[in-house]
């Protein structure tokens, strides 16, 4: 059993400084310790897969990221470990339990088949792993072969925790005193964008200093061709999770404000992202959500918008500043405004007429090297 301040020592002295994570009774003692640790930020995420997207964001710029959750939500972070770290070779460190470990101790029955395959599923995802060890003094060397491993390959690494694999007594921390939500009257939206209008209007509106990152799908791809800038990220797969990689990135340059560009059926994907956002209100991220109604990139299939309010979700999970935006003019406007604080702005656009977008001519690996890159010297 490692002592979970002991295991946070370790993770610091090997660089890891943002731990993104999702609750599980075998992490009880790291989730509290980490809660009230100066060693590192911690982020409790609303699931698994923003967990890994959040490290992620951490590692592009240049903060070791670790996930870690319960191996019961294992399935939720496959769709970004394997669309998102794999292809833009940035790997992540995950922790993950064995509920349902085969020989262990008896669990409940939702675990069993989780805990029969959970090593084979890091395996075929191409991800080493290994037990976590079972004192500190072995953990550094432990946490070398993972640096080793992510390094020479380029994906991710695992330790998989078993019961009692960590321990100490950490308290939790105290309750969070519920946060009053102002309600706002929003007004209606007057007409509608062409999406490639939008896109381009962002684009001339961001500083040369502003990290801008588009959502999968058509958005990088309209992003892209307006004008290819080491300063933009165009996220394949992992639909959903641009917020999430932009509260990374948030977190690990405060100083640094970054644009994430966002859709409807993306958010909708992973709505949670949006109540973890609101909680940490990281006041250099501005999420512009550019709401067509529809899945423009699989066929234009109808999204569900039409019969929610994305900004008053928006504002209900806590958002600071919400803002419909009607014309380019304005979207311009609030791009280059200063807000001081988490900020979402509304864009109603068209679905897309040209669906003959270019694809970026680097590969994921490599536009990810150079957005690092320009995110460590710029």
Not at 39 to 49: K, L
Not at 267 to 279: C, E, F, K, S, V
Not at 327 to 334: G, M, P, T
């Amino acid at each position: 059993m490692i002592d979970a301040d002991a295991m946070l020592e370790a993770f610091s002295g090997a660089g890891f400084g943002l731990i993104a994570g999702v609750p599980c009774s075998y992490l009880t003692p790291l989730i509290n310790a980490a809660s009230a640790s100066t060693r590192a930020t911690y982020v409790a995420s609303a699931n698994e897969g923003e967990a890994i997207a959040t490290a992620f964001g951490a590692e592009l710029a240049g903060v070791r990221g670790v996930a870690f959750f319960q191996n019961s939500g294992l399935g939720n972070a496959v769709n970004p470990l394997t669309s998102l770290t794999a292809p833009f070779r940035t790997p992540i460190l995950v922790l993950t339990t064995w509920r349902g470990q085969p020989g262990g101790a008896p669990d409940e029955p939702q675990h069993e088949m989780m805990g029969e395959i959970t090593p084979g599923l890091l395996e075929l995802m191409h991800i080493g792993w290994e037990l976590l060890p079972q004192s500190a003094n072995a953990l550094p060397e432990a946490l070398d072969r993972a640096e080793q491993h992510m390094r020479r390959t380029g994906m991710s690494y695992a330790f998989i925790v078993p019961k009692g694999g960590v321990g100490g007594d950490h308290p939790a921390p105290e309750a969070v005193a519920p946060r009053a939500i102002e309600a706002v009257a929003l007004p209606r939206h007057r007409g509608a964008l062409e999406p490639d209008v939008a896109v381009a209007a962002i684009q001339r509106a961001a500083g040369p200093r502003d990290a801008v990152l588009a959502t999968t799908g058509f958005t990088g791809r309209a992003l892209y061709a307006a004008g290819d800038q080491p300063n933009q990220f165009y996220m394949v797969g992992s639909m959903g999770c641009i917020t999430s990689v932009g509260l990374g990135i948030a977190r690990a340059q405060p100083k640094r404000r970054v644009i994430a560009i966002d859709g409807d059926g993306a958010m909708l994907m992973r709505m949670g992202a949006a109540a973890t956002l609101g909680y940490e209100r990281p006041a250099n991220l501005l999420h512009v959500l550019l709401d067509n109604g529809v899945h423009d990139s699989t066929g234009a299939q109808a999204t569900v918008s039409h019969s929610t309010d994305l900004a008053a979700v928006a504002r209900a999970c806590g958002y600071p500043r919400v803002l419909r935006i009607h014309s380019a003019a304005e979207l311009e406007d609030a791009i280059r405004t200063d807000h001081g604080e988490l900020c979402f702005l509304h864009v109603r656009t068209r679905p897309r007429s040209d669906r003959s977008l270019p694809r970026p001519s680097q590969t994921a690996a490599e536009l990810a090297s150079r957005f690092r890159a320009w995110l460590a010297e710029s």
